[in-house]
């Protein structure tokens, strides 16, 4: 990946939003997930398009017909696709997921595990999981920040996103994807990844609870001061 260059005005901006937001909705945050990192893939690739909580249902479903990852990649598709009904296209995702189950499998000789993780930077940790199909720049950040492996990459979700487009962080044309990089190099290179993690956590917060898709509240955003989308309302 090319070094995203760093605007310190823009950085400061970034810094200054995350301080308001941290002392609106308390950082740190608590880690909302304990799952290995390979458990944090799969959950993370049922979350594609689908909302948390029906994500969850295919996931706690999905571990609960299958004793082993071993016995998912092996299982009928059908029958995996029947387990993951709740997410959103579970005719794609279930081939998809057995598919990463298998390279997952040949690249650990059968040890099912991606603790290996760990001992990589964190670059090249990200360029191992989205060489896999299906992997993005979200769900390598999702898998090495989210799961116990607790490391320092900035996911970036729909809210998030449309809270740093409002903000000025980032261009209105910005797609998601690309985004992750331009945020992420937002953030002082000292931080840790609890501070990464809880960034990551309070833009996603304000965007679920102030700065909606539809009539924002901006009347009581604690960020309306350095936010040209609001006060151009």
């Known amino acids: 990946m090319?070094?995203?260059?760093?605007?310190?005005?823009?950085?400061?901006?970034?810094?200054a939003i995350h301080d308001r937001l941290c002392a609106e909705y308390g950082c740190p945050i608590p880690y909302f997930h304990t799952l290995d990192p390979l458990s944090e893939l799969i959950s993370s690739l049922l979350s594609h398009r689908t909302k948390n909580r029906d994500s969850g249902r295919a996931f706690k479903q999905?571990?609960?017909?299958?004793?082993?990852?071993?016995?998912v990649r092996d299982a009928p598709t059908a029958a995996v696709e029947a387990a993951i009904a709740p997410c959103t296209w579970p005719e794609q995702k279930a081939p998809r997921i057995q598919q990463v189950l298998q390279l997952v499998g040949e690249a650990t000789n059968g040890e099912w595990s991606l603790d290996f993780l760990?001992?990589?930077?964190?670059?090249?940790?990200?360029?191992?999981?989205?060489?896999?199909?299906?992997?993005?720049?979200?769900?390598?950040?999702?898998?090495?920040?989210?799961?116990?492996?607790?490391?320092?990459?900035?996911?970036?979700?729909?809210?998030?996103?449309?809270?740093a487009q409002r903000l000025g962080l980032i261009a209105k044309t910005m797609a998601v994807g690309p985004s992750h990089a331009r945020l992420e190099a937002l953030?002082?290179?000292?931080?840790?990844?609890?501070?990464?993690?809880?960034?990551?956590?309070?833009?996603?917060?304000?965007?679920?609870?102030?700065?909606?898709?539809?009539?924002?509240?901006?009347?009581?955003?604690v960020v309306l001061s350095l936010c040209p989308y609001g006060q151009a309302r």
């Open 187 to 221: 953030l002082p290179e000292e931080w840790n990844a609890q501070q990464v993690y809880d960034n990551h956590e309070v833009m996603m917060l304000h965007g679920q609870r102030c700065c909606f898709y539809q009539k924002p509240a901006c009347d009581r955003c």
């Open 62 to 71: 999905l571990v609960a017909q299958f004793p082993t990852w071993a016995a």
């Open 2 to 15: 090319v070094s995203q260059p760093i605007n310190l005005d823009l950085q400061q901006k970034a810094i």
């Open 118 to 163: 760990q001992d990589m930077p964190t670059r090249q940790a990200r360029d191992w999981l989205e060489a896999l199909p299906g992997v993005g720049p979200k769900t390598s950040a999702a898998v090495l920040c989210f799961s116990q492996l607790r490391g320092r990459a900035l996911p970036v979700d729909s809210h998030h996103h449309r809270v």
